[in-house]
């Protein structure tokens, strides 16, 4: 029989923020090859290991194409089994709303995790379910991750999705902290390729200055590499600002005329004097100083932050503090140093900009931004009796379990659940709790637009591809799970369900009313993109303020009265004296979240997931390379395999993130070695940014001691 020619699809990798142009080869239903799409404007044909994983994604066998209901086994224990589409919807319809019915609307909570931003359908069609529940309790990722970025966006640029972009292409100085991109190939910051950039800036004679506690992947390329001691960025970063106060380097280019509040962060920094900001972090006055007049001199320079700095106690003073260094440095809006983007479809223009403290937590009044409460706060709403008690759980593309802080009190709460659905492909950690899990079709069996990322791009570009491959009959898209559900949920309230156009449409309107739409000489369409199948260049990021400001007055208030409150507890702050090894976070350049162990090709060979820690400590502990240790915090423990490296400063300890997945119940096909423990074992719900809310994942205390035996994995 004659062999079925190939076929070449060009397609984004949804995998993460650097949404890289790949050409999936196929023959028949096969994935014959992965590579880098060399006509893509934004990624020149760049991906990293993780894109094969599209592959594994696609044909992974524990992967659901169908729903499933959990059942009790004549044994007494749950399992899932198979149902057809319309019994899972109606059950799904009737738990939500006989919870509606008998505990009102906040009884029903909803959590959406990391990967909904990868799947435009997944954030265009939600609100065909929730109009109809329209909870104070959701909750997403965004609290273990990027709320500060968020907030200080909203606070400063009048947005909460205004995210200065760092123009890395045409810097010649970076101060990067709590980041380590070549591992995470960039993160609110999409920047494919990245590493050969950071290797371009040090080459044409640039100074790339890392921050870390850890000697990371992007730190071994670094011209400067400061080790800082967890959770005292907030020290470091208002030195600099004290240094460009006190030295008279402010210069805010030609934001002169826009800014307002400059006395009053005068006045609030001038305590953090670089001695004193060295004796906290470890890092020493000299090169505090240096750090603030290179910013200040640079041709180009920027200041950023990500995961590591937002997921300590003051993650929103540090984002806000390095966006105070661009604006006073004269190196926000400006080539070289951190620029807005202007996305084909302008989320800017079409979502909310977002609010803050419009209501707060039941039980332990948090916060919430954009219409969400931090997550730290959800399994004592389920647990804690009285009006609004979290009944029932919507969760979609999420596993809070595995990432949310005191994961395993979290799920203990989650059996309290009247009744819990997900949209979920997989039987995680998190939706084996659940009554009814609804599958989507694979990501290769739907079309994609990236909405979020091109948000926080390093080139203004834009592509939109069909899918890859036939969805099998009857199976249902995410946004179609929402269009489905959502009309059931709204017939059994009474209320006319209203259906949505299809996200290409959405989509198509958003191009062609967009900057560059068909009012315009680009006259962008879903039809020219579509004819542009490795994607269309808009060009690079340019200089837009004041325009793109969003504020009410349409001017930079920089004096942020809960901000310059933060600066005081800080000041006051002695949690860091305790003695006791503080514990971060890491990522590996094949990880990205919990969902991405179960693909051979991604966790092949040794197990990742191990406590580093310094040698000196190891030596004082009487540990070795290979022991088990037992790591314990003040809500939980984890027995671990250590690794000594000089990679971790002394007193550090460090876990990657997204590990395990020990737990019973799980659909999982993983080998022992890489079911790894937990971090969020022991990282707590009280340990957070107390001025938003986001978890504290970064400094947490912890003692480590010799373990008996590897417990963790036997389980
Ligand atoms: S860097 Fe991210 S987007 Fe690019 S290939 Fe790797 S996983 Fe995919």
Redesign the pocket.
Known sequence: MAESASVQHRRA?H??E???G?IIETRDDQIVSIKGDPDDPL?RG???P??VALQDIHTDPDRLRKPVKRVRSAAGEFKHVTIEWDEALDLAADGLVNVIERFGVNAVAAYFGNPAVHNYGLLTHQNALFRHIRTNNRYSATSVDQLPHHLVSLWLFGHKLLFPIPDIDRSQYFLMLGANPVAS?GSIWTV?GVKQRLKDLVARGGQLVVIDPRRTETAELATSYFPIKPGTDAWLLLAILNTVFDEQRVNLGHLASLVDGLEQVAAAVAPFSPEQAAEQTGISADAIRSMARDMAAADGGICYGRMGVSTQRYGTLCQWAIQVINIVTGQLDREGGSLFTLPAVDQVAAASPGGFGRHQSRVRGLPEFDRELPVAALAEEITTPGDDQVRALFTAAGNPVLSTPEGHHLEQALEQLAFMVSLDPWINETTRHADVILPPTSPLEHDHYDLAFHVNAVRNTARYNPPVFERPEGALHDWEIFEALGARVAQRLGVTPKPSMPPHAMIDAGLQAGPYGTHTEQGLSLARLQAQPSGVDLGPLKPQLPGRLRTPNGRIDVAVGAVLADCERLLADTELATPGYRLIGRRHVRDCNSWMHNYRRLVKGKGRCTLMMHPGDAEREGLTTGDWVQVQSRVGAVDVELEITEAVAQGVVSLPHGYGHHRAGTQLNLAQQHAGVSCNDLTDTDYLDALSGNAALNGVLVQVQRAKSPTAVQQ
């Open positions: 990798c995998l993460c650097a949404i890289c790949v990624s760049h991906i990293c993780k894109a190939n494919p």
